[in-house]
């Protein structure tokens, strides 16, 4: 059964940014990644993480539960040269029955809010390696222009706006859970490390990442969906008329780590 990112996961995979460069720099710094290790990514969409990381590791696992969605992370895998991923129709719940080897860095990509907070660093303390760790990433993004909403609203009824995608909670709130949650864990070292960023985005990026949400995806929108995008593209433009849109996007990855004996 389909998940209700099936019909949203082309737009995920071509108009979702991607993380910075610094993220994997950290990433390879702090995990001493030499192209020997074995990565979990869990909640991996079309490999938003998994595909920038293959080239630092000697294999990737990537996990989502959405078909559609791994389809488009291998297809991109194929076109990029990537080898080394496996692509595995799960979740977090089912760690135990993926049946992975040892694994060296479990990454979780703007997910980890939509799972049992306390059972994935529990499961994960299984298959984790001695010195392996948890890497969380979170985005907190400044909202976007008032006109978006306000169209959203008129297709999608109140409340549809920025925070209408599986949790109420702020994606701040997010951070700050999973640093409490990371800290009652087995992985209670605990570092959080942030880079801001302005994105500059053209009012068709803004557009398809509209249908990249579950929450305006082309399946919820149905034959609307044309019309939604032209309201939507006529608002923008009416707000920005050269065309393109500026926000502030933070990117912010928990590094967790079991402490040292």
């Not at 997010?174 to 640093?179: F, I, M, P, Q």
């Not at 409490?180 to 985005?201: G, M, P």
Request: hydrophobic letters at 40%; charged letters at 20%.
């Amino acid at each position: 059964m389909s998940t209700p990112y099936a019909s949203a996961a082309p737009y995920y995979a071509r108009y979702r940014p991607p993380y910075p460069a610094e993220l994997y720099a950290l990433l390879a710094d702090r995990f001493a990644l030499d192209g020997s290790q074995t990565v979990l990514d869990l909640g991996a969409g079309p490999g938003t993480i998994s595909l920038p990381l293959a080239p630092l590791v000697e294999q990737v696992y990537a996990v989502d539960p959405e078909p559609a969605m791994l389809a488009e992370g291998c297809a991109r895998a194929d076109e990029q040269g990537h080898g080394n991923i496996s692509w595995l129709r799960g979740d977090a719940a089912g760690i135990g029955r993926l049946c992975l080897p040892r694994i060296d860095l479990c990454v979780i990509g703007d997910a980890f809010h939509r799972m049992d907070r306390e059972r994935v660093p529990a499961d994960l303390d299984v298959v984790l390696a001695p010195r392996g760790g948890i890497a969380v990433v979170t985005s907190l993004a400044a909202p976007w222009p008032a006109a978006v909403d306000e169209v959203r609203a008129r297709f999608l009824g109140p409340g549809s706006g920025a925070a209408a995608d599986a949790s109420a909670a702020a994606p701040a709130d997010h951070l700050r859970d999973a640093e409490e949650q990371l800290a009652k864990s087995a992985f209670s070292r605990v570092v959080t490390t942030t880079w801001e960023r302005s994105t500059r985005c053209t009012v068709e990026q803004v557009i398809g990442m509209q249908f990249s949400r579950a929450s305006s995806s082309p399946a919820l929108l149905g034959d609307r969906k044309d019309t939604f995008a032209s309201e939507l593209r006529r608002a923008l433009l009416d707000h920005a008329p050269g065309g393109t849109c500026t926000r502030t996007v933070t990117v912010a990855v928990t590094v967790a780590i079991r402490p040292r004996r």
